[in-house]
């Protein structure tokens, strides 16, 4: 029996997270290793269905080279690289892998967050710089501080459950809660002046949009405790860099751990190089062997269920792919 529907997978993809569309014979998966292989671009002319992860941008132009595409999948969270609209407009489900990289993303968070409040990044580099400034790098502890989320989804719940087991007290800035989160978190639902005024540490956990682009401004920075820490593993832009840089140089903040920048590659000319107490990770967040496997593996299901069954409910687009078919 021939395969019904051929699939593109680029930008390294798990091999081992695409079985479910592998053993199944109704799918052939042709994987590339990126999407600058000229094979890519002529096997994509006749895919049903396309996965990538962060490095290949799909935008009208890459669409219109796929007349018989149904289906883009991102094996990750975001669709920063996805032209969301221009893939509605052609009927084409879009799909991401919101549960895949949780662990992997909040465990990171923690990393970041210890490495700060320790310094641990800035002990390491001045030890192999032959230098022993135990006095000058004293840290603090975390049991007994506040942890302010913003943004109690997947990620940030994760955040708050193991910051909990360190002793800390967690507040929450979420205006998007569903009601039975809303019960689940009541005593410790805050307001975002609330809990920028309050927290000794914040972190981030928000997409990037009209609303949270430079939600953390100098404005907030200057309104937050004097020592406090800032986090951001979830999207580029939510902070200010450059205010961010400035905060830290002038010791209002004691430290911050960044893992996502408003341009990536980081520019050379960042201000955040150079800036005390700050580790810097290259969007390391879902870079686990364990996640990628988990995002590749959801993505796939996702795209089975969509292709096979005709099953896009799960699609970021659903709502405009029904009322493009005259469904809604």
């Known amino acids: 029996m021939s395969a019904t529907f051929r699939i593109v997978a680029t930008d390294r993809v798990s091999k081992q997270g695409l079985a479910p569309l592998r053993e199944d014979e109704r799918f052939s998966v042709i994987r590339f290793e990126d999407s600058s292989d000229p094979r890519f671009a002529q096997e994509l002319e006749k895919a049903a269905g396309l996965i990538v992860r962060s490095a290949t941008r799909v935008d009208a132009a890459i669409l219109d080279r796929a007349p018989g595409l149904r289906v883009v999948g991102r094996a990750g969270v975001g669709v920063d690289n996805i032209d969301v609209a221009a893939a509605s407009e052609r009927g084409v489900a879009v799909m991401n892998a919101p549960g895949g990289n949780t662990i992997s993303a909040a465990e990171l968070t923690m990393a970041l967050l210890l490495s700060v409040a320790r310094r641990v990044a800035e002990a390491d580099r001045t030890m192999r710089e032959g230098k022993w400034e135990r006095s000058r790098l004293q840290g603090v502890e975390l049991r007994g501080k506040t942890l302010g989320v913003i943004g109690a989804g997947r990620i940030g719940w994760e955040v708050a459950e193991r910051c909990r087991a360190f002793g800390m007290d967690v507040i929450v800035y979420d205006p998007y809660l569903p009601a039975h989160r809303v019960e689940d978190l009541r005593p410790h639902l805050v307001t975002l002046d609330q809990l920028i005024a309050s927290a000794d540490v914040v972190s981030l956990h928000v997409p990037l949009n009209a609303e949270t682009k430079g939600l953390i401004d100098a404005d907030a920075l200057s309104r937050m405790k004097k020592g406090a820490f800032v986090l951001n593993a979830s999207r580029g832009g939510v902070v200010d860099e450059r205010a961010l840089a ?40 879902a870079s686990t062997k364990e996640a990628q496997v988990q995002v590749a593996l959801e993505v796939a299901r996702n795209i089975r269920a969509a292709l096979a069954l005709g099953d896009v409910s799960l699609a970021i687009n659903a709502a405009e792919i029904a009322r493009a078919a005259g469904l809604s």
């Open 246 to 285: 400035q905060a830290l140089s002038d010791g209002r903040i004691a430290g911050a751990g960044l893992d996502v920048y408003e341009t990536e590659p980081l520019p050379p000319d960042s201000p955040l190089l150079t800036a005390p107490n700050l580790v810097l990770t290259p969007h390391l967040g």
